[in-house]
Structure formats: structure tokens, C-alpha cells
């Protein structure tokens, strides 16, 4: 999944879904052109967002491709679970 955030505003709220894989598609029941340029925030349990959070400052950092961590997040389906 690609996310664009404005420069100056790093928080979840502001990142927007830009590309998705199928894998991602097909768990969630929608097809890319429906969640492209949605809001992340839409499809993260809010219990993950202070997680998520963390991890979208941690990335818009500059590090090395050793500095990277792998990172687990639920999503929310259309039913609702």
C-alpha cells in the first residue's frame, strides 16, 4: 500500500490510500479504484491508531533500509469486524 501525508502534517488523519495490492483488495472486498485516495484512517481499528502513528513518524524519518521493522495493523471490513 502507498500512502501520501502532506510534508508538514504527519499524523494518520492525513494519510491517503494511493495504490493498494490485490491481496489488500481482496481482504477488505472493494476493488483498488474504490479505496484509492481514501483515508487510511477509515480501514485502521482505532485501537491501532496510536500504533500507526508511531509508525508513520518513524517512516517519515530518513533511515537505512536495516532500520526497518516489520509492523502488524487490523483493518476493518465491511461488516464491521
Known amino acids: 500500500m502507498n500512502l501520501s501525508s502532506a510534508p508538514h502534517d504527519r499524523s494518520v488523519s492525513s494519510c ?10 481482496s481482504q477488505l472486498g472493494l476493488t483498488a ?20 502513528e508511531a509508525v508513520v513518524l518513524y ?8 532500520q526497518l521493522r516489520h509492523e502488524v495493523h487490523r483493518t ?3 461488516a464491521g469486524s
Do not use: C, M, S, Y
Open 33 to 52: 479504484e474504490e479505496l484509492a485516495h481514501g483515508a487510511l484512517v477509515e480501514w485502521i481499528h482505532p485501537d491501532d491508531w496510536p500504533a500507526l
Open 76 to 78: 476493518l471490513l465491511l
Open 16 to 25: 491517503e490510500i494511493l495504490r493498494v495490492n490485490q491481496a489488500f483488495t
Open 59 to 66: 517512516l517519515a524519518k530518513p533511515f537505512t533500509p536495516d
